[in-house]
């Protein structure tokens, strides 16, 4: 039997009487790349709230690296990382002072931490702009240094949130490629976006429509099912069929 | 004044920011009614050349004309004939559907009814909605509406920058279904998006990078124009499959594509046959046995890529 990274059963989340997450029950495998879709106000957000500890279910469960979302909350902060294409690095720090104002809030000792933030600057060749500001590098960079920043702890489970938007096509690839590799190395990585190009790099995807997974399997199997050629035309008819 | 061949002429526009060099002697027309579109990533300078062209800038270099008018000496007459959609949401947040578009209207000294046949395509999906204030409409609504106003004094050109950015794939799919219904021989659309996938809904599209453009022509010639055989690489494990490709002696670039690997074989003059056998056999010798390689059609991310990547970035147009 796998390790399941996320194990989400008839999860559930109402506000007032509006239902934004309607029983979404599914499971994404250690290791995994696995995408997570949905149009505007489909409910992702508050999923993945829910995934990270931040909002409790209103009924229904999930597992988050073997925690309970609802009653373990800290425990999953611990062994989860984050990258939001909004907010992830304070601009006003140095590229270094970045990668160690993270290792500090994650209590990584201090040895430790040094030997990460040479080994973070080596891997992104960053090792000559440590002292430059955020705000000065270039966009790919910040997103390369931001997602390695959301790996410092070793988190079990990383959740990017659009994080390749905006950046020229092979700036993008180096940062699959970063991806690829994190998974390869057992990490698993949910990846939320609304473009659908983005989804054909994942190993699954959901599409989340109205508050419910309607779509659930690897790109190909989903394509081949709905007689579609892109995940782009599955997912205008998931959301047009709603 | 005589009937202008190009809805914007623009020769060597050039501009700085200190030190960056935000436009690099671009060059570059628009034929009238054409829907023509800028694809680049972020800090591309498309923005930066939109500004120009709407008459909110002023190049250091070069020169740019729009309907026969001069950016520069005829910025006045020109204000009143073209509509411009910024990339950043710039209605009034606390002001209804309704009253966002009266307003634009005004400043144009016309009005909604007197309008309404050519905003109709757009606003009729607005109405239902015209007394909800702009900051509580979905991105994809707030994009028509944004549409709807730069339209409302009938420009004969419209610059629209970035509008499907951060919108969902349905919504998006709608906005450029509605360019398609509105563009024609009255109305020159120029839009840009930071999405390759985009450049099929454009006539032509300009490649654009670093302030310079890379290639200009139709999305169809574009992709005619990749100067070799494209070969597409699957298996099970990506991460793996890429290393070994990396190391097939033949190899001039492979890098990942959706669900698989994109390979150009250094060698242009190879049968594709060749290259297929070659690198399927090298594949499976260096612990890919599921490989499963073919040609593929090259798209107009992978020319971005081939021309990126190139030492010499010359306009091919």
Same mark, same amino acid.
């Given at each position: 039997?796998?390790?399941?990274?996320?194990?989400?059963?008839?999860?559930?989340?109402?506000?007032?009487?509006?239902?934004?997450?309607?029983?979404?029950?599914?499971?994404?495998?250690?290791?995994?790349?696995?995408?997570?879709?949905?149009?505007?106000?489909?409910?992702?957000?508050?999923?993945?709230?829910?995934?990270?500890?931040?909002?409790?279910?209103?009924?229904?469960?999930?597992?988050?690296?073997?925690?309970?979302?609802?009653?373990?909350?800290?425990?999953? $902060?611990?062994?989860?990382?984050?990258?939001?294409?909004?907010?992830?690095?304070?601009?006003?720090?140095?590229?270094?002072?970045?990668?160690?104002?993270?290792?500090? &809030?994650?209590?990584?000792?201090?040895?430790?931490?040094?030997?990460?933030?040479?080994?973070?600057?080596?891997?992104?060749?960053?090792?000559?702009?440590? $002292?430059?500001?955020?705000?000065?590098?270039?966009?790919?960079? $910040?997103?390369?240094?931001?997602?390695?920043?959301?790996?410092?702890?070793?988190? $079990?489970?990383?959740?990017?949130?659009?994080?390749?938007?905006?950046?020229?096509?092979?700036?993008?690839?180096?940062?699959?490629?970063?991806?690829?590799?994190?998974?390869?190395?057992?990490?698993?990585?949910?990846?939320?976006?609304?473009?659908?190009?983005?989804?054909?790099?994942?190993?699954?995807?959901? &599409?989340?429509?109205?508050?419910?997974?309607?779509?659930?399997?690897?790109?190909?199997?989903?394509?081949?099912?709905?007689?579609?050629?892109?995940?782009?035309?599955?997912?205008?008819?998931?959301?047009?069929?709603? | 004044?005589?009937?202008?061949?190009?809805?914007?002429?623009?020769?060597?526009?050039?501009?700085?920011?200190?030190?960056?060099?935000?436009?690099?002697?671009?060059?570059?027309?628009?034929?009238?009614?054409?829907?023509?579109?800028?694809?680049?990533?972020?800090?591309?300078?498309?923005?930066?050349?939109?500004?120009?062209?709407?008459?909110?800038?002023?190049?250091?270099?070069?020169?740019?004309?729009?309907?026969?008018?001069?950016?520069?000496?005829?910025?006045?007459?020109?204000?009143?004939? !073209?509509?411009?959609?910024?990339?950043?949401?710039?209605?009034?947040?606390?002001?209804?559907?309704?009253?966002?578009?009266?307003?634009?209207?005004?400043?144009?000294?016309?009005?909604?009814?007197?309008?309404?046949?050519?905003?109709?395509?757009?606003?009729?999906?607005?109405?239902?909605?015209?007394?909800?204030?702009?900051?509580?409409?979905?991105?994809?609504?707030?994009?028509? !509406?944004?549409?709807?106003?730069?339209?409302?004094?009938?420009?004969?050109?419209?610059?629209?920058?970035?509008?499907?950015?951060?919108?969902?794939?349905?919504?998006?799919?709608?906005?450029?279904?509605?360019?398609?219904?509105?563009?024609?021989?009255?109305?020159?659309?120029?839009?840009?998006?930071?999405?390759?996938?985009?450049?099929?809904?454009?006539?032509?599209?300009? !490649?654009?990078?670093?302030?310079?453009?890379?290639?200009?022509?139709?999305?169809?010639?574009?992709?005619?124009?990749?100067?070799?055989?494209?070969?597409?690489?699957?298996?099970?494990?990506?991460?793996?499959?890429?290393?070994?490709?990396?190391?097939?002696?033949?190899?001039?670039?492979?890098?990942?594509?959706?669900?698989?690997?994109?390979?150009?074989?250094?060698?242009?003059?190879?049968?594709?046959?060749?290259?297929?056998?070659?690198?399927?056999?090298?594949?499976?010798?260096?612990?890919?046995?599921?490989?499963?390689?073919?040609?593929?059609?090259?798209?107009?991310?992978? !020319?971005?890529?081939?021309?990126?990547?190139?030492?010499?970035?010359?306009?091919?147009?």
């Amino acid at each position: 039997m796998t390790e399941l990274a996320i194990d989400a059963k008839e999860l559930t989340r109402t506000f007032g009487s509006f239902t934004a997450v309607d029983h979404i029950t599914f499971d994404v495998h250690a290791g995994e790349v696995f995408g997570f879709l949905g149009a505007n106000g489909a409910g992702k957000t508050t999923a993945i709230r829910m995934l990270t500890g931040l909002l409790r279910p209103s009924s229904g469960s999930a597992r988050v690296a073997g925690y309970d979302v609802a009653t373990e909350s800290e425990s999953i $902060k611990q062994v989860i990382g984050y990258m939001s294409q909004r907010f992830s690095l304070y601009d006003d720090l140095s590229v270094r002072e970045n990668i160690e104002l993270y290792g500090g &809030i994650y209590d990584i000792p201090r040895a430790e931490l040094r030997q990460r933030v040479s080994d973070v600057l080596t891997q992104l060749h960053l090792e000559n702009a440590e $002292k430059e500001l955020v705000r000065s590098i270039p966009l790919g960079w $910040k997103q390369k240094l931001a997602f390695s920043v959301a790996l410092l702890h070793n988190p $079990k489970l990383v959740f990017l949130d659009e994080p390749t938007s905006g950046v020229d096509p092979v700036t993008r690839r180096q940062f699959w490629e970063l991806i690829y590799e994190a998974a390869h190395r057992g990490t698993t990585v949910l990846v939320t976006t609304h473009y659908m190009d983005e989804a054909e790099y994942c190993d699954r995807i959901s &599409i989340m429509v109205a508050g419910k997974i309607e779509a659930l399997g690897t790109p190909a199997d989903l394509k081949r099912q709905a007689g579609v050629s892109s995940v782009d035309d599955l997912f205008v008819a998931l959301a047009r069929s709603a | 004044m005589s009937a202008t061949p190009s809805a914007v002429s623009v020769k060597d526009l050039t501009k700085r920011f200190g030190n960056a060099l935000a436009l690099d002697a671009v060059s570059f027309d628009v034929a009238p009614g054409e829907l023509f579109g800028f694809i680049g990533p972020d800090g591309a300078g498309k923005t930066t050349l939109f500004r120009i062209l709407v008459t909110l800038m002023v190049a250091d270099g070069g020169s740019a004309i729009v309907l026969d008018d001069d950016v520069v000496r005829d910025l006045w007459s020109l204000r009143r004939r !073209l509509g411009y959609m910024p990339g950043r949401f710039s209605l009034y947040p606390d002001l209804s559907v309704e009253e966002n578009l009266g307003f634009f209207a005004s400043v144009f000294g016309t009005t909604i009814q007197r309008e309404y046949d050519r905003i109709a395509p757009i606003y009729s999906q607005l109405e239902p909605f015209k007394t909800r204030r702009a900051d509580a409409l979905s991105g994809g609504m707030k994009q028509k !509406l944004a549409l709807c106003c730069a339209l409302v004094h009938k420009p004969e050109i419209l610059f629209l920058d970035e509008p499907t950015t951060g919108v969902d794939a349905v919504s998006r799919r709608e906005f450029w279904d509605l360019l398609s219904r509105i563009k024609g021989p009255e109305l020159t659309i120029v839009v840009s998006t930071p999405y390759m996938d985009e450049a099929d809904r454009c006539d032509r599209v300009a !490649l654009i990078q670093r302030g310079k453009i890379l290639a200009i022509d139709t999305p169809h010639a574009l992709t005619a124009a990749f100067d070799r055989p494209l070969f597409s690489i699957a298996a099970a494990d990506r991460y793996h499959t890429l290393q070994a490709a990396r190391g097939f002696p033949r190899v001039q670039a492979v890098y990942p594509f959706g669900a698989t690997l994109h390979l150009t074989d250094a060698r242009r003059e190879v049968p594709a046959a060749q290259t297929v056998a070659e690198l399927s056999s090298y594949l499976r010798e260096h612990g890919v046995p599921d490989a499963h390689v073919e040609q593929t059609p090259p798209t107009i991310e992978d !020319l971005f890529i081939s021309r990126m990547g190139a030492p010499d970035d010359r306009v091919v147009a």
